[in-house]
């Protein structure tokens, strides 16, 4: 892990797990949303440099980013990894979320996402730039930003987050 970690400042170029991705702007937020697809199905939204939520490819939260913390996934319950700089190394320390940090958490995110899948089914949002697979663009066309967007909206749709079995994609 890096001693000092620079501010992300272009995440769709960053975000290369995604094979499939998009930048979107959404009015009344100040920063672009970044969406996509791993290769496996597995989903990522980013909201920031600093919140983001990523899926496994059952739809379950594995991992995720806010307010400086890294949230992982074990046993279908959350940890909170907070970096502790000394000046010889980088200490993770760790919190297991209790029941109610847990239900607040998750509510968070749903809600976070509640509110993407309404811009998107409402179409209240821009498409700023996109990333398309490569690798097997013999096999099957390409996804363009639309199908990524129209992706991204389904996925959505109703979803109740669960917390998954482990952080790992």
Not at 2 to 20: G, I, M, N, T
Not at 31 to 43: I, S, Y
Not at 101 to 110: P, S, T
Request: charged share 35%; net charge negative; with cysteine.
């Amino acid at each position: 892990m890096a001693r000092y970690e620079q501010d992300r400042e272009d995440l769709l170029a960053e975000a290369k797990a995604l094979v499939a991705r998009a930048e979107i702007a959404i009015e009344g937020r100040d920063e672009p949303v970044v969406l996509g697809f791993r290769r496996d199905g597995g989903c990522s939204f980013y909201f920031s440099p600093d919140e983001a939520y990523h899926f496994n490819p059952a739809g379950e939260l594995r991992r995720s980013y806010f307010e400086g913390l890294l949230y992982k996934a074990e046993r279908g319950r959350l940890a909170s990894l907070r970096r502790n700089r000394t000046e010889h190394e980088v200490q993770l320390l760790r919190h297991d979320l209790t029941d109610a940090e847990q239900v607040e958490f998750v509510k968070r995110v749903e809600d976070q996402l509640r509110v993407l899948e309404q811009t998107l089914e409402a179409g209240n949002y821009r498409v700023l730039r996109e990333v398309q697979p490569n690798e097997d663009a013999a096999k099957k066309p390409a996804e363009g930003a639309a199908a990524v967007i129209d992706r991204a909206a389904a996925w959505l749709a109703g979803r109740q987050v669960k917390v998954a079995a482990s952080p790992r994609a």
